[in-house]
């Protein structure tokens, strides 16, 4: 079984650190720019909202609070694999 590990914590050996996945209390969005567009007719919130705000979704470590963005580089490095799985 695997599991998301924080960087911040798993240097510091914390191995009980893990992340999970939750809506950022930011109020951008988490896309790059090219993804959701204002436009003459359509709002970036209504985009936004249209996909459940999934762009607002971030990593949170359970034990030191940090919040990491997703994307795949980041989730292969975080990525460790369970002693009991």
Known sequence: MYFYACPYCWEDG???????VVKSAEA????????????FFKDKDQECKKNKFKCREVMHCTECGAEFRINDEFLKSAKKKDKDG
């Open 14 to 20: 914390k191995t009980k650190a893990r992340l999970i």
């Open 28 to 39: 951008t969005c988490k896309l790059k720019d090219g993804d959701h567009k204002a436009g």
